[in-house]
């Protein structure tokens, strides 16, 4: 099985730009969660997705959003970029069901100049 | 809010000798318990989970609910047990609290 997907692997922006990350879960997964990563905050969740819709979401500003599409692949879209957004995204798929084990992908490295 | 705590950021032993990685937690239910390991170059995996009562890889982990922690411990640390760890706390809410990590290094 391949495991999760993220593209795309290194981004580079400046500040006031948006951009959309993409993530495709391991087949069968249909929940889809995303964190963000840097070394001052750790690890922090962002947002979870089934079946298209979001089931929980994290405390981030409205900047940060996110869908989820039928086939279970998922975006994540920064709009109005700031420096602080520079971070690793990482993008975690599991089974339906509560407190499954998360899959995670390689990630999405932002850098916002 | 839950809150998950790992007071040591770096964990240096010598291969063979027993390792011990702290996690606390502030919760007052019933959380589910985690422990997820990320070696070098490689992405982040689970490692163990408190539910399954299971040792992976020589690793254990008990949750003390009166102490409100759920420790990592190995009894003789190897080499390829130098990685990244991290404990996540979960309440049934569809996601994960993770501590700020323990960097461990196991010299020869």
């Known amino acids: 099985k391949a495991g999760v997907t993220q593209t795309p692997r290194y981004l580079i922006k400046t500040r006031g730009q948006q951009v959309t990350l993409s993530c495709s879960p391991i087949?069968?997964?249909?929940?889809v969660s995303w964190y963000q990563q840097t070394p001052g905050q750790g690890l922090q969740f962002l947002f979870e997705?089934?079946?298209?819709?979001?089931?929980n979401k994290g405390n981030f500003p409205g900047r940060f959003s996110g869908r989820q599409f039928s086939n279970s692949r998922s975006e994540m879209n920064v709009s109005t970029l700031e420096l602080g957004d520079s971070a690793l995204y990482l993008c975690?798929?599991?089974?339906?069901?509560?407190?499954?084990?998360?899959?995670f992908g390689s990630g999405t490295q932002l850098s916002v100049l | 809010a839950q809150r998950v705590t790992q007071p040591e950021k770096l964990l240096s032993v010598f291969k063979g000798a027993p390792v011990e990685l702290k996690c606390n937690y502030s919760?007052?239910?019933?959380?589910?318990l985690f422990w997820y390991v990320q070696y070098s170059r490689q992405r982040l995996q689970l490692l163990l989970r408190?539910?399954s009562r299971e040792s992976i890889k020589g690793f254990t982990a008990d949750l003390n609910k009166g102490e409100t922690s759920f420790h990592l411990k190995k009894p003789f640390a190897q080499e390829e047990d130098s990685a990244m760890y991290y404990c996540?706390?979960?309440?049934?809410?569809?996601?994960?609290?993770f501590g700020a990590g323990t960097t461990v290094t196991v010299r020869a």
């Open positions: 975690a798929s599991s089974s339906p069901g509560v407190n499954e084990k998360l899959f």
């Open positions: 087949s069968g997964h249909r929940s």
């Open positions: 997705y089934f079946s298209e819709t979001q089931r």
């Open positions: 919760y007052s239910g019933s959380p589910e």
């Open positions: 408190h539910i």
């Open positions: 996540a706390l979960s309440v049934n809410d569809y996601k994960l609290s």
